[in-house]
DNA sequence: GCGAATTTGTACGTATGTATC
DNA sequence: AGATACATACGTACAAATTCG
């Protein structure tokens, strides 16, 4: 039986790391305004659950946009959209 | 039984978190010279045994000693002293 | 050139601590 | 008091590239 991955947002055999295709489907949230200035990330556990992978992908994920300057954690609070205050 | 910890680089009871601990005795070889410019860093693997801690704080470690621009990484090869050329 | 060893990268799991809500 | 959320720290496994004999 074949198995299509059309329905996922990341595909663990695409030659991108995954927390790569993660940050990049935030990006495009926060890009299109669908996650607004100051607005909060979906939690690590949210991430974990949505894009169905590790803790320690999301918490990549979110590295990388935060390198990236894109957002800033307040560490037991979040993450959220903008460069640090 | 007392025990002393007085001959260990990092105490995992001191508040600082270990991988700064290990961070903070690299920087100190880096800057007295004894590891000089351009050379190799230990490995993840020689810093897990040198400093008894798991790959995971060798390489929060490195990470941090390359975010100050101390240190630079060649993918497959290892962590050199100097900025990234 | 080949194969083994080395080294970093990615990805998963688990546990504990601490601060916030 | 309990749930939530991030930080640290341990472990394992496999992949990919480089280095070395």
Do not use: C, N, W
């Amino acid at each position: 039986m074949q198995v299509l991955y059309v329905d996922l947002v990341v595909d663990p055999y695409a030659p991108e790391p995954l927390y790569v295709q993660v940050a990049a489907s935030l990006r495009a949230k926060i890009e299109s305004g669908e996650l607004a200035h100051l607005a909060p990330l979906p939690s690590e556990k949210a991430i974990e659950q949505e894009y169905e992978v590790s803790r320690d992908t999301a918490r990549r994920a979110i590295g990388q946009l935060r390198d990236e300057g894109l957002v800033f954690t307040i560490p037991q609070r979040g993450t959220y959209v903008g460069p640090r205050p």
